[in-house]
């Protein structure tokens, strides 16, 4: 199941016509694309993700207008950066599976894989830019900017101790900033970008942001490739300490924690998942997760007639956790 959760799959549901709509006119986007590279373009394109960016795009605009061509619009670009994003990740990663099917990187070398990245990212500011209002583009341009500094202190990180305001940050900038922009996006349509509605969905958006980089974090470690239809293990492959080796080195002994923080690689992944379940981490995890999305419910609360679908995204993102 695309969701691994029946009760977000039935809170997509509820976007089918508008998400199918969306797909119809991502897939359109590739004709601009040079004849040439035209069919790779469009393999990166091609419908297949979980679409939590535009979903929250809609869930952020209160009128559920979800037709109108601008939304539209709005939620294909944070959808194109965000695949643009991915295929750089996975040539970074060295990842061969996503999706349930080879990366881009895996099907046409990092070169080009790039390269294709480059020009999706390109074509998402173009989108940005053409007829918006002005603090679009000016966002977009800033959230790229934000991703891109999150992916590198990620990477200056690697190998090193990482202590949680480290992981916050590192998380907030490559994952949280695209899910908050994606509020920003649906919200500020209707409401304005200095409307009360559009400043508390995007703190919500950044705190559902956090949570889903958390949830990816521990599948990573807890979940099979045959679930997550992405190559499993590559944070310890190379040596990223995220939440579940956190919280593993804050339950630790000092003494043991310390030496495994110097050397990770001291013990097989096997045995490193053994002493995180019987350690409780990912307990531990699933309840820092939960915190997360709690914020995001305490920021929108207030705004009865705005905050249901929001909220109801907020439900759905909950339930994907598994029960530790
Ligand atoms: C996935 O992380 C990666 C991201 C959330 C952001 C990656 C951002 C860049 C590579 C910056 C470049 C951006 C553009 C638009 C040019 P992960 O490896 O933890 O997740 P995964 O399990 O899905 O691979
Ligand atoms: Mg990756």
């Known amino acids: 199941m695309k969701y691994q959760n029946a009760r977000f799959e039935k809170f997509a549901e509820s976007f089918e016509k508008h998400i199918s709509e969306l797909k119809s006119y991502l897939k359109k986007q590739a004709a601009s694309f040079d004849v040439e590279v035209r069919k790779q373009a469009a393999e990166c394109i091609k419908p297949q993700g979980k679409y939590l960016r535009p979903l929250l795009v809609y869930s952020s605009a209160p009128s559920k ?26 040539v970074i990663d060295n990842a ?5 099917e080879e990366t881009i990187f895996k099907k046409f070398g990092a070169r080009t894989a790039i390269l294709l990245g480059d020009a999706i990212f390109a074509h998402a500011m173009g989108l940005s830019v053409d007829g918006n209002a002005p603090e679009v583009s000016s966002r977009a341009i800033a959230v790229v900017k934000t991703l891109s500094q999150g992916e590198i202190m990620q990477t200056l990180a690697l190998n090193r101790e990482t202590d949680m305001a480290r992981y916050i940050s590192i998380i907030e900038g490559k994952t949280a900033s695209l899910f908050e922009f994606a509020c920003f996006l649906g919200a500020s349509l209707e409401c304005g970008a200095q409307s009360e509605w ?3 969905a995007q703190k919500a958006g950044k705190a559902l942001g956090r949570a889903y980089q958390m949830y990816d974090d521990i ?20 040596e990223k300490q995220t939440l579940p080796v956190i919280i593993l080195l804050k339950t630790l002994p000092k003494r043991e924690s310390a030496k495994l923080s110097k050397n990770l690689k001291s013990h097989s992944p096997q045995d490193l998942r053994q002493m995180m379940s019987e350690n409780g981490v990912f307990k531990k995890c699933a309840e820092i997760y939960e915190k997360e999305v709690e914020k995001a419910r305490a ?3 207030k705004f009865v007639g705005k905050n249901e679908k929001l909220l109801e995204f907020c439900d759905a993102i909950s339930s994907m956790m598994p029960k530790y």
């Open 198 to 200: 559009a400043k508390a």
């Open 96 to 100: 061969d599976l996503r999706r349930d």
């Open 65 to 90: 207008k979800y037709s109108d061509k601008e939304l539209q619009k709005r939620a294909a670009a944070v959808e194109l950066i965000h695949l643009a994003s991915l295929i750089h990740d996975d």
């Open 219 to 238: 599948c990573d470690w807890d979940m099979a490739e045959s679930q997550s239809g992405k190559t499993a293990g590559t944070d310890f492959i190379s």
């Open 299 to 301: 920021a929108i609360a």
